[in-house]
């Protein structure tokens, strides 16, 4: 059985969630997301985000959360800007442009826009002959794996309420962002420096389901309506509601409202298991595209050594030069450190 | 606590579809429903349906399903034709409409969509300055919990291939149609008189979850494509799948292909609790707006009885008349029998 | 060659509509109905209604007229009530829909939507799991050809802004409504009336073109990006302009405001030709599914009599009783005297 | 008054065209399309691209035809490749992303598309997370005035037919290709090298009008239901079918069935003023950023020039390079030898 480092949804969730799950029993609950456990999750999520006044909805999954969101902000002539790289950008099969927006592209710096990025497409569209830029959609962290500094994300806020444009994060991975060393942008932040974000239960200990939060209160009304023509409002919404009141809730001390809770600890582990994932290839004088920033490592490392490493290990390979490859892995909450050592073992010993 | 028959999604699934959950543990599978779980679910199916050329997919919930589904078959142009009880006709916030489709309706026969229907609605719309026709969407049982017999079926089926319309059922609740006494369609009958139906999980065991069957070849192409643009793809498919799996588990046995598996043993539960509630009440003397079928009970009882029910149990109000009120009372393969013979004696007591 | 009274469309416009067109010769505008003629009939236009703060934007037809501005103005949630004949209903193809709006409908009185129509309609969508809402569609006059009073208009007005909903007129034939002696409604009340209304010239001398007057100051922002979306915003919009401003150049006396233009006496002589038929046909005993209070006749007559004008007009059938059937007559502005004399002379010599 | 070269619709229309339909007076002829003007320039039009069997429909402007067209085509998940200049990329403000497709750019050659390109496209999309391109969209003049020899598009379609990719051109300027000497494309050619395109009216003559030629039978089906839907199929579309019976008048001649008819020698005229512009700027020194092939001319001239033109005459600047600026002239069938004289003379004295 080959190890796999393709992605960080390979496992159904972590022991505790489930536990959560199983322990409803029969108990009965009002469905549709207005139950014990949504409202208890949700004020958690708010807690830790300093947020009370946010909004916060249970959806199944990251691309619904995006185009449920997203449809619900904009007027048929308002446009998406999104890096190149961005999810709904290449990897969502066009779900943005299905509920009728544009979405305009920018190359971006590791895979994170830049504030020239929007000015640039904002200059280009000018009149009625063009779309309308009026959201920003980054992920935090990129594609790529690396994140924004919190000043990168103040000054991006600033320009967009500068220029009539809402702020809205892509958060499959937040934890692996907010948990990242390098990274300097707190819970707290998040929601100040924001209009709308999602944080992701998938990629991080959940089966299932997204939190998306929503600061800006322009943008409350109606959102299950929408969630509901969408297809994102489940019936038993609480199932949702359970597993992320399981993930924040060693939040409830009132004495350490950010002590970590199980969703920071997740994200804890798949970073420092990244991080020595990285440091043994770095040891053997590899190169990095990107620097490794939270879960996502992507090496370039000879050809005769990834096809070796094929023969035990799941991984994606991410663009060919000559006779090297970059190559993808992914770790997660569930990557066990044995794992980690017999890859570097293993690609030392190749080497 | 009020003990709550508004509807058949207040529990969180069957304690096996749990366990089966659970039991994968830290085991790793590929992601967005390619993986083992989902292709023994689906063999399971296409055994139980007699439909090994049948493709089954597992989406998440039934308003997704629907939407995803009929906006995979339909053209621009292209419109459904739909009982005026339907769901997809009323509580699903306009989903069809906002992928861009219209939704003809006909009162129909107790929730069910006659043949006259359908030549009416074709006989209306005759050249381009009108939608066409093409999709004839019906549920197995019906919203009022009425169920189609195999001949009215059959000779639904028979009209749409005879006038170039495809047949899709929403079947949120089919186990309780398909177990139903008052029914003679079996598994193997659906597959053969639609061009494809979905088999409701969260309504019968699953958490969340249902499968989507296409039966007519010339809509399977792409639907995955489909599935992921409207967020239906998710990324632990196999999640859905090990539900699946565990509800028509017990088909595994070749000797007796059709024999009870618990997806079925959970759905008779729920018609017997049904069953057992309208003989009380139909024993006191009170009527019914429609035949008690499958799962929902909808007796017409003197306001002052309705009134004192409230205080013990949740359940919704359907129609006032005068000094009546018709309730509607749902049942579910949770429903113990002492929340029944309660309910009986209360109301009994109350008369 | 049969004479058509099948509708109000079949003659290409007015000679003096055509001169206007002739007559700009090879002057140069600018493209996208920003030019002198756009704002002359637009100016013209709005004195007439006594609207100086109105919006006019010209577009090329009426379903790309209802279609741009009703999707400009609601929310993906957000449905239309409309009547059961209503052309966005019936005879657009599902135009509404496929912006992604549900239309919902009621039976209404001679065609005309009454204030218990809507209400009923918003006491059915009470929640997130139905649509909501939020515009009302009728036409002025009626898809029969029937009038609103002021008073009818008025009450439904208010009832619009008691309930946040928008009131949208499709006035594809205004003109007929406005100069219908059944009529009380003036041009300056419909702007008071109203959120937004279009004045149809299509059917009232001019080659092609609506003018939509948006009344409603939070409905005026962006209107220009969605028609050019839609493709209703013409590079040659000074074409449907200098058509508007010939059709409504008599206004231009200031001292008579209200004094009939060209738009008028074509409409006029329209209602007229209708009366006359509608009388003649009366003299001989006939009677009418509706009063004829604008430009369309919908007598009801015996089939062999019916059969025999088949010979020598062109007309549509509108609904069959035994040996009897409704038929539909329209006049336009373009209907002789003497067709109308000899239609007349016919039927009674048929009888 | 400053003479205008900023586009080619300044114009209302050639005189004959407008008389071709004043000379309709007042006969009747039935709607949407269903007239013997539709039908007679439909035979012309089919006779000059010697396709007997190609199915032609007017629709009254090209955002409205492009995106019924495309829309006509394409399934949810489908997307549409087209050159960053395409004017479906950028100025009809998200037409076809607001009927739900994306559009996949690439940069392209002096504004062609090339096979590279369109490779490029497919190779990046290859599974159910991205969108599935299905359509090559590509303008005959490019928005840059450049043509694609006959080599070039059968290449284009070739690959097309090889990758079950459907080509569509988009014709707005069509006669000044067609009517290019640097373009070896004849009429005869188009219909075999696409699967549908559309022969400009707007910018060649007419008033308002684009004939959309479906080559591809399996694309026919229903098309008109699409018009009706998207708001492009005109009440009096025997007004737009008669301008073009115009255009393609002289065509009639059986002995020469490719003889120029207006259409072409309108297109002749404006490419004529164009060459003459060029060959006078070229002979005072200055360069282009694109040949000039058809009628649009973008000169890289001094910033100094550039602003005296400015004050007698309408255009628009392209891009700046310091001290330079490239502007673009657009010429059309109206423009008078005198304009482009004094434009010329202009020029050479400011130098």
Wanted: hydrophobic letters at 40%.
């Amino acid at each position: 059985m080959k190890y796999s480092f393709k992605n960080d949804y390979s496992e159904i969730g972590h022991p505790d969630v489930l536990d959560a799950l199983s322990s409803i029993g029969s108990k009965q609950y009002d469905g549709y997301g207005i139950d014990e456990h949504c409202s208890k999750a949700a004020e958690l999520i708010k807690k830790k985000l300093n947020a009370p006044k946010a909004e916060v909805h249970f959806l199944p999954a990251g691309t619904i959360a995006n185009l449920t969101f997203i449809s619900s902000v904009l007027k048929p002539h308002e446009a998406v800007i999104a890096p190149l790289s961005g999810h709904i950008a290449v990897h969502e099969t066009g779900a943005i442009e299905a509920t009728g927006h544009k979405i305009c592209t920018r190359e971006g710096v590791l895979g994170k826009l830049t504030i020239a990025d929007i000015e640039s497409v904002l200059l280009e569209h000018k009149d009625e002959h063009m779309v309308k830029p009026r959201l920003v959609y980054i992920s935090l962290p990129t594609e790529c794996g690396t994140v924004y500094t919190k000043e990168e994300l103040s000054d991006i806020y600033d320009f967009c309420r500068d220029f009539d444009l809402y702020l809205y994060i892509d958060g499959a991975r937040l934890g692996a962002a907010i948990n990242s060393p390098e990274c300097d942008i707190a819970y707290n932040d998040i929601a100040r420096l924001s209009d709308a974000f999602f944080i992701g239960g998938t990629k991080n200990g959940a089966i299932y389901g997204e939190a998306v939060v929503i600061c800006n209160d322009s943008l409350k009304a109606d959102f299950r309506y929408i969630m509901k023509q969408r297809g994102a409002l489940h019936a038993k919404g609480f199932a949702i509601g359970a597993q992320f009141a399981e993930l924040f809730a060693k939040n409830e001390s009132k004495t350490e409202p950010q002590a970590a809770c199980l969703y920071d600890s997740l994200a804890i582990h798949s970073i420092t298991m990244a991080k020595m994932i990285a440091h043994g290839i770095h040891s053997l004088g590899y190169d990095f595209l990107y620097p490794v920033q939270t879960n996502i490592i992507i090496p370039v490392l000879p050809t005769t050594i990834v096809e070796r490493l094929h023969k035990d290990y799941l991984f994606s390979e991410w663009e060919r030069f000559d006779d090297m490859v970059a190559i993808r892995l992914v770790t997660s909450w569930a990557t066990p450190m044995s794992a980690v050592e017999d890859f570097i073992s293993d690609i030392t010993r190749y080497k």
